[in-house]
């Protein structure tokens, strides 16, 4: 929160940096799940091969889905996903409550599948994004109530 009781929202940097750590962890995730595949397939015969080259050749094709799901599934149980975790991020409703699974969805998919949106964010007073819009959400720093308290009066420097 600032001195005013706002909250704090996420800005460029921090949620860039925030996608970028949850993207690497999905893109090493579904990597190696796609070469550990490939590599089973290549031992049990011609057709898993055949099988085993459609799905590492699909990699980068799936790869938006699969990071709709991530996303989505930690917005909708955390708040956060891992990356916003460790940037003390969270996603809340526009009104300050929990995203509802609509909103994380839809949240999803537009980032995944048109990140360029994100860059509104940069002109908005919210902070909000293209993807925050839509689903009505909106990224606010993620305090403990302690870092609130210290903060509120002045012990950690912002």
């Known amino acids: ?4 009781g706002e909250p704090g929202y996420g800005g460029l940097v921090s949620r860039a940096m925030a996608y970028a750590a949850d993207a690497f962890f999905v893109a090493l995730l579904t990597g190696g799940s796609a070469t550990v595949f490939a590599m089973i397939a290549s031992v049990v015969g011609a057709e898993a091969r055949e099988l085993g080259r459609i799905v590492v050749s699909s990699y980068l094709i799936f790869l938006p889905s699969v990071m709709v799901v991530y996303c989505a599934l930690f917005w909708l149980l955390a708040g956060r996903t ?3 975790a460790v940037l003390g991020l969270r996603v809340v409703r526009a009104d300050g409550g929990p995203v509802r699974w609509f909103a994380a969805l839809v949240r999803a998919v537009l980032l995944a599948y048109f990140p360029i ?6 002109v908005d007073r919210r902070r909000q994004a293209l993807h925050d819009k839509v689903a009505r959400t909106t990224v606010v720093r993620a305090y403990s109530s302690s870092e609130d308290d210290a903060a509120r009066t002045g012990r950690i420097a912002r």
């Open 1 to 4: 929160m600032t001195s005013t």
């Open 82 to 84: 891992p990356g916003m």
């Open 117 to 122: 949106g994100a860059l509104w964010l940069i």
